[in-house]
């Protein structure tokens, strides 16, 4: 950990993003290598960082920060969903900024033990957490239908009832190299093409698992009952089904959607706006993408909390 290995993407873009002073206190909500927190505590403010990785957890463990006898690294291992309830009990009712890098690390993707890439042959896992329901206990004992409809909904892949015909008649599957042999074998594999076609199923299948949309939706809800005004978020997403589920929240908390056609009535917002208008949205530049490929897809958002209260759903989150 103390030679950072993993620059997190648009690093500089979300440390002004997030604004950090002396004594701010900032929600890292993907703990992951540390590389934001770093940051964070390079800019004086004091960080509270979630990870269910307890590998994550175990490496941030040999850096810990202190400032005086009060400590500014707070580690937490668990969901970031669970943020609100988290600091709650450390005594802290409101924060000055939340980040999320959302999705699988880097640090993840490259242990072919954890399971979660194809590009070397490992364990067919991809929890986060390494504990519950790992990929193997899944596509060896879902049904055919709900393993497309996985593969449908979270992979967006056309092909989803075919791959998951071959994925039941290839079954049992242990390896990550199986599981992408299966797939590119369903949909056809042409060497050299610019995406590999496992590429889908692999993404559904971890998303699944570790529940990932679901815990971003609620982490966005936390985030917006912890935020004091003028309160920083800034959320980095890498694929399309992420990136609606931050944008429409954006939208809604910020009542910045369309507006109403001059045919419809204008029945009002529901609600004062709890953030205002999202900073327009932001891509790594050419520069960060030829140091980190991995980059290409990120897309940073932003946004800055109101006095307003937060919504009634928000503030049921932790219930």
């Known amino acids: 950990m103390t030679?950072?290995?993993?620059?997190?993407?648009?690093?500089d873009e979300v440390v002004e993003a997030l604004n950090p002073k002396p004594g701010s206190v900032i929600i890292d909500a993907t703990f992951g290598a540390g590389g934001y927190t770093?940051?964070?505590?390079?800019?004086?403010a004091t960080v509270h960082g979630f990870d269910r990785d307890p590998d994550?957890?175990?490496?941030?463990?040999?850096w810990e920060e202190t400032s005086g006898d009060n400590p500014r690294l707070v580690l937490h291992p668990r969901r970031f969903s669970e943020m609100l309830d988290a600091m709650?009990?450390?005594?802290?009712?409101?924060?000055?900024?939340?980040?999320?890098?959302?999705?699988?690390?880097?640090?993840?993707?490259?242990?072919?033990?954890r399971g979660f890439a194809f590009s070397s042959d490992g364990p067919l896992d991809m929890r986060m957490s390494q504990e519950g329901e790992s990929a193997a206990d899944f596509l060896n004992s879902a049904a055919e239908e709900t393993i497309a409809d996985v593969l449908f909904q979270y992979g967006e892949e056309r092909q989803s009832r075919r791959v998951a015909r071959a994925i039941v008649a290839a079954r049992p599957l242990e390896t990550t190299g199986q599981l992408a042999n299966v797939v590119r074998k369903a949909l056809g594999y042409r060497p050299g093409a610019p995406k590999d076609p496992a590429t889908r199923s692999f993404q559904a299948i971890r998303i699944h698992v570790n529940g990932e949309l679901d815990e971003l939706e609620a982490a966005l809800s936390a985030s917006e009952a912890l935020l004091k005004d003028g309160g920083h978020l800034a959320v980095v997403s890498f694929h399309s089904l992420e990136d609606r589920i931050v944008k429409r929240f954006l939208r809604d908390a910020s009542n910045s959607g369309a507006a109403p056609s001059r045919h419809m009535p204008d029945v009002g917002t529901a609600h004062q706006p709890v953030f205002r208008k999202p900073a327009k949205a932001v891509r790594a530049g050419k520069a960060e993408l030829d140091r980190n490929p991995r980059a290409r897809s990120a897309v940073?958002?932003?946004a800055i909390r109101t006095a307003a209260p937060a919504r009634p759903e928000a503030e049921r989150i932790s219930a």
């Open 88 to 113: 709650h009990e450390s005594g802290v009712a409101a924060v000055d900024g939340v980040v999320m890098d959302i999705g699988v690390s880097s640090m993840q993707l490259d242990q072919a033990g």
């Open 300 to 302: 940073l958002r932003s």
């Open 38 to 44: 770093r940051a964070l505590l390079d800019a004086g």
């Open 56 to 62: 994550a957890i175990a490496a941030a463990r040999q």
């Open 3 to 11: 030679g950072a290995p993993h620059i997190p993407v648009l690093l």
